[in-house]
């Protein structure tokens, strides 16, 4: 049989299958550069281990101290939602009414900006603040949910050393992570907060007229950095700046305090400990001058 009967013979022709088999040469070349093309993509393609997911959540948190689930749902959570779910582009939204707080999840299509979508969600909660309890402790927090902002790691610093040495450690090693290009934000929990505890003489303070908020007021007074302008030399000029900040406890003991009747060094009277935040003093304890009187002093409390 001939080339042209069968030609004729054939009653149906995939024509890219014909080209395919006629130039099967160039077919050889195409799928070698795809392959080619495609190791090296591959290969370049960024891996992560923890991959941005983005959901577009928002939050919303409410407290109310001293109220059952059931007036929270009626209360709170009600009005919220009656507000919250006239937004477009809600796709599902969930509520939890417990003892003393209510907690809305509103979850978006993922085509709404999360950006947007957290300023509409706070202004509809501005429309129902008026629904809301007028004595309210504080207003509705809302906040969005970012996977990023979940740590990806968390280290334990523990031994045999004292909370001030951990703290010390725990800070260097933060600055040291925080260096790592990769790394947005390192926190640190568990550590109380430093804070000078002044035990104030309270029969001094009635004999000399003063109050506790003329020693506030001159305690922070003094723990302040003031700029003090510019000075020229020649081509430059350099910044004047004054160091009042405490750098030890016998600064404060020396604090003078002036009234409407005179001034009185009254802190240095007192009993001053260097210690951490809710009366937990930590150890290396420095104690000044222990205060005198038969009436147990008041502790007062100043952050530095």
Do not use: H
Request: aromatic content about 6%; glycine content about 6%.
């Amino acid at each position: 049989m001939s080339a042209k009967e069968i030609k004729d013979s054939v009653i149906r022709e995939f024509k890219l299958t014909t080209l395919a088999l006629k130039n099967r040469n160039t077919v050889f070349l195409l799928a070698f550069i795809i392959l080619i093309f495609g190791g090296i993509s591959y290969k370049n393609l960024p891996k992560e281990l923890f991959p941005d997911i983005v959901i577009p959540t928002i939050m919303v948190q409410t407290t109310y101290p001293g109220n059952a689930p059931i007036d929270i749902e009626n209360l709170i959570t009600r009005p919220l939602e009656k507000e919250i779910d006239g937004i477009n582009g809600i796709r599902e939204l969930n509520s939890t009414s417990a003892q003393d707080a209510s907690m809305i999840f509103v979850e978006f299509n993922t085509d709404v900006n999360i950006d947007d979508a957290l300023t509409e969600v706070k202004d509809a909660v501005d429309k129902a603040m008026s629904e809301l309890p007028n004595d309210l402790l504080f207003d509705p927090l809302v906040m969005d949910i970012d996977l990023a902002e979940f740590p990806i790691i968390n280290i334990n610093l523990s031994g045999d050393f004292s909370l001030e040495e951990l703290r010390d450690y725990a800070e260097y090693l933060e600055d040291e992570i925080e260096s790592i290009s990769e790394i947005s934000k390192v926190e640190l929990e568990g550590l109380n907060e430093r804070e000078i505890l002044i035990n104030v003489d309270l029969l001094k303070m009635e004999a000399l007229e003063l109050s506790f908020f003329d020693i506030e007021m001159a305690i922070t007074a003094e723990n302040v950095s003031i700029s003090g302008g510019e000075l020229k030399l020649g081509s430059a000029r350099r910044s004047i700046r004054t160091i009042g900040e405490f750098k030890s406890i016998k600064e404060i003991e020396d604090i003078i305090i002036f009234t409407g009747s005179g001034r009185f060094n009254c802190v240095g009277t007192t009993m001053i400990k260097a210690g951490l935040e809710e009366g937990k003093i930590g150890p290396g304890t420095e104690v000044v001058e222990a205060s005198s009187g038969s009436q147990a002093p008041r502790r007062y409390c100043s952050s530095l």
